[in-house]
């Protein structure tokens, strides 16, 4: 049964996404699919993804976000996963409207504002696709210079969705040093390059402890290598080593992340720095 569903669905390269064009597909065929348009009142649009959970792309998302606003751009940041939500505890908020929620120098939306907290949502296809058009056209951003989309793990409908519907100036793709983790975002950049979203590069995230009494460096997840490597193999920039740091999570949890509570710190300046590779490779103005 599986070999005859595999046969059904593989494409004529080896893969199995569906839902974008092949090469040779007949115009009438083509025009099923959405135009991209951009989004009402936004400059740029920058996703963060990981094919993975638990790799802490979230957490690089908002202190991306907050870096763009120290820079002095007027930044806002859209929380895309439906099921799992996590901007309105990393920048401490709750509403029920789709009107953007503030705090500190970024505009932010996202379901965990309308679902009262701890009720799960437990939807179909059509339901997520729907409350996913709305967090993408319904929200006034009045006028942004950068919107971060901070994608669900995984490289399913949300993926294809706003790859297929959003015209996207770049996308960022978070792992861990963690051979599994590197293993998803190989898959995470291949949808991107076959969803023709320009891919800007890959953050290794949690890329080393240093203890803070003996300095002593520990690879938990695993040495760089296969990160390093991956990127090699797959011509794609290695953008920021984010360090593992106990007061990057901690900060993530009491809602106020690292580059808003640590701002001189060296922690922050990765953050930093991210932000401006990021912003140069997609022509944000200074």
Known sequence: MFNRLRQLHQNNDGSYMQGLPKAGTPPMLKRRLPDRTPIKGVGKVVIVSSAKGGVGKSTVAANLSLAFARQGHWTGILDTDIFGPSIPTLFNLSDNQLIPMSNYGVKTMSMGYLVPEGQVVAWRGLMVSRALTQLLREVDWDRLD?????????????????????????????????????????????????????????????????????????????????????CAELDVPLLADIPLHMFIGDDAHRGKPTVVSEPNSSRAAAFLKLAKEVGDKIGLQS
């Open 146 to 230: 950068v919107l971060v989309l901070d994608l669900p793990p995984g490289t399913g409908d949300t993926q294809l969705s706003i790859a297929q519907q959003v015209v996207v100036d770049g996308a960022v793709v978070v792992t861990t040093p963690h051979t599994l983790a590197v293993q998803d975002a190989v898959r995470g950049i291949q949808l991107f390059r076959k969803a023709n979203v320009p891919l800007l590069g890959v953050v290794q995230n949690m890329s080393v402890f240093c203890c803070p009494n003996c300095q002593t460096e520990t690879h938990i997840f695993g040495k760089a290598d296969g990160v390093q490597a991956a």
